[in-house]
């Protein structure tokens, strides 16, 4: 690989102070963060959790962004307040008290920057990215490439984990194969035979010797997705290949000497689980050498243009090679659409929101909560029977699966619009009209960012 230089980049520090809390534990003691986002909440998995019965599990953002930080409540059920002013989404510069529920925090700018290097490329392996974010990304991945070091991915849902782990080893120089596993996807009783292999006999459906996961990719990279649903039986054994180099398959006495380095991803926070004892916290400190965090899409919009040309570009590379014309580039207009979105499908909810509007078009109002389905809100007109009232002949020519997806989140952002709009704006109202759980409402809110009124 060639050598790229590297540039600087400075993240301002802030610090958090917990002035009150429920949370004892919270009560009293300061965070600091040099990051693009910080994320408060009850969840296990945000930059700052708290304890607080009151508070949502994904209460609060604040980003920085070009006109100071950048507040945005994530639909919380009891809100974020300055003072006395419940905010939604609001821009605020210097020091500030906020509270979100029972919880108050102190936010103070340190006046000082953590300086962190920047890869001059805008890509490794196949992921792409000229922000700041993915070429700070970019640099710790090139460093560590070549090496035989475990590398601990994270990330949210769709950000990519997996192109990363891919590109850790096609930059390698490792000769074997890259084998990928998904811990999550497999059912308790087979994850061993899966890692470890078995022989014929070792259990009902055993009809012939496996080698399993570990001899397959010897001599290459291991990727163990969802790492973090591993049960806890099984992160014992796995802490002892790694640290033995060496696995036995289910009903074997003979133990194989493996060369494998190993890659893991999840989208939990880890560090966390170990504390709870919820992962073992041995596996975790082998696993987290180095801990690479892939930056959700939501923080690094700029490379919106870079990526949709690139979606688009293999999309068309595909029609044509069937034969068919290739459609036209989205413009200014869907740019600027999606820009206003927040992704929490991040990278893979992008794609297919290009292979939807490349067909369909983006919906005709700016800012549209529909933005995921891509298409209007139309209320559907009288037919007669038989006909197809209110779905758009494009519709009807992409996959049933697509079509169906597309219209069902079209009727449930019109729906849950419309119930708001009844209960003026009162969420638990609105959830009672509708006989559906309060949360569900909220989620819904949340996945087509739909605001109370």
């Known amino acids: 690989m060639m050598p790229v230089r590297r540039e600087i980049r400075r993240v301002e520090k802030l610090r958090l102070t917990v002035t009150d ?22 969840s296990p998995e945000a930059d700052l959790t708290v304890d607080d019965r009151a508070v949502s599990r994904e209460h609060l953002a604040i980003r920085n962004g070009d006109e100071g930080l950048v507040f945005t409540d994530l639909g919380s059920t009891n809100g974020t307040y300055i003072g006395e002013i419940r905010i939604d989404r ?29 890869s001059s490329a805008d890509r490794f392996g196949r992921m792409i990215g000229h922000s700041p974010q993915m070429r700070e990304m970019f640099a710790v991945l090139e460093k560590v490439a070549a090496s035989d070091l475990t590398v601990l991915i994270e990330g949210e849902t769709g950000t990519g984990k997996e192109l990363a782990a891919e590109g850790l080893h096609t930059e390698s120089t490792r000769p074997g194969p890259f084998v990928t596993i998904n811990c999550g996807a497999i059912p308790r009783e087979l ?23 570990f001899l397959s990719a010897n001599g290459g990279t291991l990727f163990l997705d969802e790492v973090g649903e ?80 690139h979606i688009q570009a293999e999309l068309n590379r595909r029609r044509v090679a069937q034969g068919q014309s290739p459609h036209a580039p989205l413009g200014d207009h869907a ?11 991040n990278v893979r909810e992008l794609r297919n929101i290009v292979e939807r509007w490349v067909v369909l078009g983006p919906s005709s109002t700016p ?9 209007t809100n139309q209320v559907a007109g009288d037919g007669a029977p038989g006909d197809v009232v209110g779905v758009e002949e494009a519709l009807l020519k992409l996959p049933y699966h697509e079509a169906k997806d597309a219209w069902v989140e079209r009727f449930e952002v019109a729906y849950v619009q419309k119930a708001l709009e009844k209960a003026g704006g009162n969420v638990s109202q609105a959830a009672r009209d ?16 739909i605001k109370r009124g």
């Open 21 to 42: 809390s429920p949370d004892e534990s919270k009560r009293g003691r300061a965070f600091t963060f040099a990051q693009d986002e910080i994320r408060i909440g009850s």
């Open 90 to 118: 609001v821009f605020y510069q210097g020091p500030v008290e906020f509270r979100i529920g029972n919880t108050t925090v102190r936010l103070d700018p340190l006046g000082e920057v953590e300086e962190k290097e920047m």
């Open 191 to 213: 994850i061993e035979s899966e890692l470890m292999g078995h022989v014929k006999g070792a259990f009902t459906g055993a009809v012939s010797d496996r080698p399993g996961a």
């Open 230 to 309: 591993l049960p806890l039986d099984m992160q014992a054994k796995l802490l002892r290949v790694l640290e033995n180099r060496t696995v036995k398959p289910v009903g074997s006495d003979q133990t194989h000497t493996v060369d494998v380095r190993v890659v893991a991803a999840t989208n939990r926070n880890l560090a966390t689980d170990a504390e709870a004892g919820e992962f073992r916290q041995d596996l975790y400190f082998r696993l987290a050498v180095v801990v690479v965090r892939i930056p959700p899409l939501r923080t690094r919009l700029d490379d919106l243009p870079m990526l949709v040309e």
């Open 335 to 345: 740019l600027g659409m999606l820009k206003r979105y927040d992704f929490p499908g």
């Open 367 to 375: 800012g549209n909560p529909a933005v995921r389905s891509g298409v």
């Open 434 to 449: 509708a006989q559906v759980d309060r949360r569900h409402l909220q989620r819904l809110m949340n996945r087509y960012d």
